[in-house]
């Protein structure tokens, strides 16, 4: 697989970091996940500029920009015969400097359900704090989440915190239908990550309502769905063997088609 390693294509292999770098003694560094369609990125700009904000906000100085990024991405496609999957653009300081990697590859899963089964983690949710807007590299306590989740063979897990509030998913964010047929999703003062995909939902429905569920209260949902820039938007089937509505759901159902309408997979 070909990726680029600090502006250089090379194979995956050949890349190399220090074993005493920061971004191996202490998780330091940031990241982004975008969609690739038709060869294209979906939702660049959106991706590019948390990318940015989140670089400023951990003190790494990256002078690599969009216009480069993008064709590198574009070329990546080409060399790798991906035209639909995933890209990440990850960087982490070093004592003198700044590595970047970009990869692109296909999709995790080739074929994932067309709604997802979730269970709430026995992992916590840490909760609000300085990092909870950046998508970092020290990703532990999420990755092991859902690989746990993925063991049980649930597609996805919900994170709660110390009181009990489910603030997101291990790779996602998530909307939830409450007891009076509204559709709400956690706040990112929360500590919820503001998603790309999460975020153009919000702008397309700006009368959602910004809370965080309790555990029961979410038990009581009669529908969720799921945001993440891989999928888009996976309406959920079942939380730990509650059936839920799935794509049928009014709501849902009404979400997915407004998305799709007003961006369209060209």
């Given amino acids: 697989?070909?990726?680029?390693?600090?502006?250089?294509?090379?194979?995956?292999?050949?890349?190399?970091?220090?074993?005493?770098?920061?971004?191996?003694?202490?998780?330091?560094g940031c990241f982004t996940t975008i969609r690739l369609h038709a060869g294209k990125p979906r939702f660049f700009d959106e991706h590019w500029r948390r990318f940015t904000d989140n670089m400023q906000q951990l003190c790494i100085e990256l002078t690599l920009?969009?216009?480069?990024?993008?064709?590198?991405?574009?070329?990546?496609?080409?060399?790798?015969?991906?035209?639909?999957?995933?890209?990440?653009?990850s960087c982490h300081p070093r004592y003198e400097g700044v590595d970047y990697m970009i990869f692109v590859t296909p999709p995790?899963?080739?074929?994932?359900?067309?709604?997802?089964?979730?269970?709430?983690?026995?992992?916590?949710?840490?909760?609000?704090?300085?990092?909870?807007?950046?998508?970092?590299?020290?990703?532990?306590?999420?990755?092991?989440?859902?690989?746990?989740?993925?063991?049980?063979?649930?597609?996805?897990?919900?994170?709660?915190?110390?009181?009990q509030q489910v603030i997101e998913g291990a790779i996602s964010n998530f909307f939830w239908v409450d007891d009076e047929q509204c559709l709400c999703t956690p706040s990112i003062e929360s500590g919820a990550l503001?998603?790309?995909?999460?975020?153009?939902?919000?702008?397309?429905?700006?009368?959602?309502?910004?809370?965080?569920?309790?555990?029961?209260?979410?038990?009581?949902?009669?529908?969720i769905f799921l945001t993440n820039s891989s999928f888009e938007i996976k309406p959920v089937s079942e939380i730990d063997g509650e059936k839920l509505a799935g794509a049928s759901g009014e709501i849902t159902a009404k979400v997915i088609r407004s998305f799709q309408e007003a961006y369209p997979e060209m």
């Fill in 1 to 28: 697989m070909q990726i680029v390693f600090n502006g250089e294509f090379m194979g995956h292999s050949e890349a190399k970091i220090g074993i005493i770098e920061p971004a191996v003694l202490y998780g330091l």
């Fill in 65 to 89: 920009n969009a216009d480069t990024a993008l064709a590198h991405i574009i070329e990546l496609g080409r060399l790798n015969k991906v035209a639909e999957g995933a890209v990440r653009i």
């Fill in 108 to 163: 995790r899963r080739a074929d994932p359900p067309a709604a997802y089964r979730l269970t709430l983690s026995s992992w916590p949710h840490p909760g609000a704090s300085p990092l909870s807007a950046v998508k970092h590299n020290n990703y532990a306590l999420f990755r092991s989440a859902h690989m746990e989740a993925r063991a049980a063979e649930w597609d996805e897990c919900l994170l709660a915190d110390a009181s």
């Fill in 194 to 223: 503001p998603g790309v995909i999460r975020g153009k939902v919000l702008e397309l429905f700006p009368a959602i309502r910004e809370r965080t569920p309790h555990v029961d209260q979410l038990r009581r949902a009669t529908e």
